[in-house]
C-alpha cells in the first residue's frame, strides 16, 4: 500500500519558493530557491516490506555480493582511515546485507548494523556474525559511536531528515563524525530526463518514486549544517558501474532504459564520479535534539 504525500515546502530549509526542474502527470523534482534542495513531490511512502521485499535483496543485492564489498574497500574505506583509526566503532544506518560493515570489519573495525528489513538483517548476523538490529534507527536506543554512516539511503528517507540527523548527533560520541554516500547528480540531470520519450523511461531514470532527494556539493552541505554537523569534505567517487553485470535484467526493453539511464549519467554528471563521499563532524555548539 502506498501513500501519495504533496511536499509543499522545501523539507531542509522550509522555504516554500521553488522552481521545477522535471514535472510528469503526477511527479515534480522541485528545486529550492534558497538551499538549492532538489526534491520530489508528491512523496510516495511505501510500505517497507513491498519496497524492499527478500526477493529485493536476492535479486538485487546477493548475486553481486563480493563485488561489492571490493567496491566498497577500494572506494570508500581510504576516506575513512583518514577520519577514523581501525578499532573506531561504525554504526550503518540502514545496512542492508551488511556488504559496507563487512569491508569495514575486515579493515579493523568495530562494527554495528541496523536495518528495517528483517531478511537483510538476519542476513548480516547469520552469515556474517556481525551485531545488526532490526527496526528503524529513530525507534531504537544506540550510542557511543565514532562514525555513522548512510550509504546510498540519504535520498530516499521517508522520515524527517532532522529528526534523524538530531538522533545521529546524540548517538554519537564527542568528536564523531557522519558519512553519507550518496548520489552526485547536478540539476541538468532531472531536466534532460524530462525530455526522454516516455515517462515511464523518465521515472526509471530518476528512481521515481522510490527517490525523494537529488544531492550535489552545493546543496549537502545547507542540508547537514542546518542539522548540527559542520561539513569536512566531499569527494566524488565512482559510480557502481562494475556492479551492473551482477544484475539480472530479465526483459531486453529494462535492460535497455537501465543503459540509457548510465550514458546519461555518464554524459551530464561526470565520466565516472556520479556519486559522492560528504564527512561532517559533529557541531559541539549546536543543541542537541530533545
Same mark, same amino acid.
Given at each position: 500500500?502506498?501513500?501519495?504525500?504533496?511536499?509543499?515546502?522545501?523539507?531542509?530549509?522550509?522555504?516554500?519558493?521553488?522552481?521545477?526542474?522535471?514535472?510528469?502527470?503526477?511527479?515534480?523534482?522541485?528545486?529550492?530557491?534558497?538551499?538549492?534542495?532538489?526534491?520530489?513531490?508528491?512523496?510516495?511512502?511505501?510500505?517497507?516490506?513491498?519496497?524492499?521485499?527478500?526477493?529485493?535483496?536476492?535479486?538485487?543485492?546477493?548475486?553481486?555480493?563480493?563485488?561489492?564489498?571490493?567496491?566498497?574497500?577500494?572506494?570508500? $574505506?581510504?576516506?575513512?582511515?583518514?577520519?577514523?583509526?581501525?578499532?573506531?566503532?561504525?554504526?550503518?544506518?540502514?545496512?542492508?546485507?551488511?556488504?559496507?560493515?563487512?569491508?569495514?570489519?575486515?579493515?579493523?573495525?568495530?562494527?554495528?548494523?541496523?536495518?528495517?528489513?528483517?531478511?537483510?538483517?538476519?542476513?548480516?548476523?547469520?552469515?556474517?556474525?556481525?551485531?545488526?538490529?532490526?527496526?528503524?534507527?529513530?525507534?531504537?536506543?544506540?550510542?557511543?559511536?565514532?562514525?555513522?554512516?548512510?550509504? /546510498?539511503?540519504?535520498?530516499?528517507?521517508?522520515?524527517?531528515?532532522?529528526?534523524?540527523?538530531?538522533?545521529?548527533?546524540?548517538?554519537? /560520541?564527542?568528536?564523531?563524525?557522519?558519512?553519507?554516500?550518496?548520489?552526485?547528480?547536478?540539476?541538468?540531470?532531472?531536466?534532460?530526463?524530462?525530455?526522454?520519450?516516455?515517462?515511464?523511461?523518465?521515472?526509471?531514470?530518476?528512481?521515481?518514486?522510490?527517490?525523494?532527494?537529488?544531492?550535489?556539493?552545493? /546543496?549537502?552541505?545547507?542540508?547537514?549544517e542546518g542539522s548540527g554537523f559542520t561539513v569536512s569534505a566531499i569527494e566524488k567517487c565512482a559510480g557502481e558501474w562494475s556492479l551492473l553485470r551482477g544484475m539480472a535484467f530479465g526483459r531486453i526493453r529494462l535492460s535497455a532504459a537501465i543503459a540509457i539511464k548510465w550514458l546519461?549519467?555518464?554524459?551530464?554528471?561526470?565520466?565516472?564520479?556520479?556519486? $559522492?563521499?560528504?564527512?561532517?563532524?559533529?557541531?559541539?555548539?549546536?543543541?542537541?535534539?530533545?
Amino acid at each position: 500500500m502506498a501513500e501519495d504525500i504533496p511536499v509543499e515546502a522545501c523539507p531542509d530549509c522550509g522555504r516554500a519558493d521553488s522552481r521545477d526542474l522535471y514535472r510528469d502527470s503526477k511527479y515534480s523534482f522541485r528545486e529550492c530557491a534558497g538551499c538549492l534542495s532538489i526534491y520530489c513531490s508528491p512523496r510516495t511512502v511505501l510500505e517497507f516490506d513491498d519496497a524492499y521485499s527478500e526477493g529485493y535483496y536476492r535479486a538485487s543485492y546477493l548475486p553481486r555480493e563480493q563485488e561489492t564489498i571490493s567496491y566498497y574497500g577500494r572506494e570508500i $574505506m581510504p576516506l575513512v582511515r583518514k577520519h577514523l583509526q581501525p578499532g573506531g566503532r561504525i554504526l550503518d544506518i540502514g545496512c542492508g546485507t551488511g556488504f559496507f560493515l563487512k569491508a569495514a570489519m575486515d579493515s579493523g573495525y568495530r562494527v554495528v548494523g541496523v536495518e528495517p528489513s528483517a531478511f537483510a538483517s538476519e542476513y548480516c548476523r547469520s552469515h556474517w556474525g556481525m551485531e545488526c538490529h532490526s527496526g528503524f534507527f529513530e525507534d531504537l536506543s544506540l550510542g557511543g559511536f565514532d562514525l555513522i554512516v548512510l550509504m /546510498n539511503v540519504f535520498t530516499q528517507l521517508t522520515t524527517d531528515k532532522k529528526i534523524l540527523l538530531g538522533k545521529i548527533r546524540e548517538s554519537l /560520541n564527542p568528536g564523531g563524525k557522519i558519512l553519507i554516500k550518496t548520489i552526485c547528480w547536478n540539476r541538468a540531470y532531472p531536466i534532460v530526463c524530462g525530455m526522454l520519450p516516455n515517462e515511464a523511461l523518465q521515472r526509471l531514470c530518476l528512481h521515481i518514486p522510490l527517490q525523494h532527494y537529488i544531492y550535489h556539493d552545493r /546543496n549537502i552541505g545547507p542540508c547537514l549544517e542546518g542539522s548540527g554537523f559542520t561539513v569536512s569534505a566531499i569527494e566524488k567517487c565512482a559510480g557502481e558501474w562494475s556492479l551492473l553485470r551482477g544484475m539480472a535484467f530479465g526483459r531486453i526493453r529494462l535492460s535497455a532504459a537501465i543503459a540509457i539511464k548510465w550514458l546519461l549519467l555518464k554524459s551530464l554528471c561526470g565520466p565516472v564520479k556520479t556519486d $559522492m563521499l560528504v564527512v561532517a563532524a559533529k557541531d559541539r555548539t549546536a543543541p542537541e535534539s530533545g
